[in-house]
């Protein structure tokens, strides 16, 4: 009831752009930005881009929630209101909807009993929407003796049609992604200008003649197909400046106390190692923090992991990049690890002779918030740069 009654009230006087609402919310209640971090544990130079309203300089949508998240906890106002603020705020300066954040998983705090790395057999699904509908006729099958046959057969109708409709959204959304996922469609210039084809008569006058009437025409053809041409091209890929990944990226401390104590690293963690895989154990002690990470060959993961909460990974190869990672104890084949950063993010990769390989950033965000590898951003970033450089050309 509290929650609709904050969402109404937020309604009433008008959403504002969620910069303004934190930082003014920050200062009624006589918060420093630095204390706000210290209780946080979320970086100044971030708190500053938030309440800038400076999404270039923040990670992705499902981050940002999380960080939003934790700024109104540590400061009590109600999540409901700034949530309804932060989708005003990018439909108004993005111009597109808060997007949907089923890619992105939320890390609670952990339960005791043994713990399933992810890359091994992954993480446990959401229910999907034929599971919620069975649900739904099992509720129905239980309480059909005190219902009349009319309303029963009645529901019974409205969840097939739902059942249908929720397929069709779902069949959808997996084609979108799809779609989007391979990032923006680059069409070639001789593939928009193709000159209508010339009759046979024409054909034998032109070279018996040579007579300039029918080129002028086939031009003036060619100009107004070229009109046709967009002027401008929206990039989903800018230019990034990436870097080789030189030195060590952290330091492997064997004789650290944190490596038997079990209230950092549990014994079935230890116990889950696979000397023929990489193993890697994330507890965030302090604070939440939020990691994207890429096992193998299988698709980028993005999680926030809660105070107290955990995240365990295993595969051939594994990389990282960690914000707030000093709130967080990390663990290296069962060893406690250094992760030097002035900044709060880190990058990390396992086994560490695969740094050479790769390019930083390791995860950069397209303008589609989709999260690609260095490699693939490198890749489309090229292709839209030649697609413009025609496109110049053809000018």
Do not use: C
């Not at 946080?40 to 300089?57: G, P, Q, W, Y």
């Not at 100009?223 to 989903?236: A, D, I, M, S, W």
């Not at 890429?294 to 594994?318: A, F, H, R």
Request: net charge negative; proline share 6%.
């Amino acid at each position: 009831m509290n929650q609709e009654t904050n969402v109404d009230s937020a309604m009433s006087s008008g959403p504002t752009l969620l910069g303004d609402y934190l930082k003014q919310k920050r200062l009624d209640k006589n918060f420093s930005l630095e204390k706000l971090s210290q209780k946080t544990k979320i970086s100044v130079n971030i708190l500053k881009s938030l309440e800038a309203n400076d999404f270039d300089h923040l990670p992705s949508a499902a981050y940002i929630k999380g960080f939003v998240t934790s700024y109104v906890k540590i400061l009590g106002l109600p999540l409901s209101e700034a949530i309804l603020n932060m989708e005003y705020t990018y439909q108004t300066l993005l111009g597109k909807p808060f997007p949907a954040l089923n890619h992105t998983k939320l890390m609670h705090a952990v339960q005791t009993g043994l713990k399933t790395p992810v890359g091994a057999q992954g993480q446990n699904e959401e229910p999907t929407p034929h599971e919620v509908i069975e649900n739904s006729d099992s509720i129905i099958e239980n309480t059909k003796s005190a219902l009349p046959v009319v309303i029963l057969i009645s529901v019974i109708v409205l969840f097939i049609g739902g059942y249908k409709l929720v397929s069709s959204i779902v069949e959808n959304e997996v084609q979108n992604q799809k779609n989007s996922d391979l990032g923006p469609k680059i069409v070639s210039s001789s593939d928009l200008v193709k000159p209508t084809p010339q009759p046979e008569k024409d054909k034998k006058e032109e070279s018996t003649s040579g007579s300039d009437k029918s080129d002028t025409s086939l031009n003036a053809e060619t100009k107004k197909e070229e009109v046709k041409l967009p002027q401008e091209f929206e990039r989903n890929f800018p230019t990034i400046e990436f870097k080789k990944i030189k030195g060590k990226l952290f330091q492997v401390k064997t004789d650290a106390p944190e490596n038997n104590d079990v209230n950092l690293i549990p014994e079935n963690i230890k116990r889950s190692a696979n000397s023929s895989l990489q193993n890697v154990y994330i507890r965030a002690v302090e604070g939440n923090t939020w990691v994207s990470y890429k096992i193998d060959g299988q698709p980028i993961g993005s999680v926030i992991i809660n105070k107290t909460g955990e995240l365990y990974l295993q595969g051939s190869e594994i990389r990282l990049f960690l914000g707030n990672v000093n709130v967080t104890r990390i663990f290296y084949n069962n060893y406690l690890i250094e992760t030097p950063t002035k900044s709060g993010v880190k990058t990390l990769i396992f086994p560490e002779e695969s740094n050479s390989k790769y390019m930083q950033p390791l995860f950069p965000k397209a303008k589609d918030d989709i999260l690609y590898t260095s490699e693939e951003y490198m890749k489309r970033m090229e292709l839209e740069e030649e697609e413009l450089k025609k496109r110049k050309e053809q000018q």
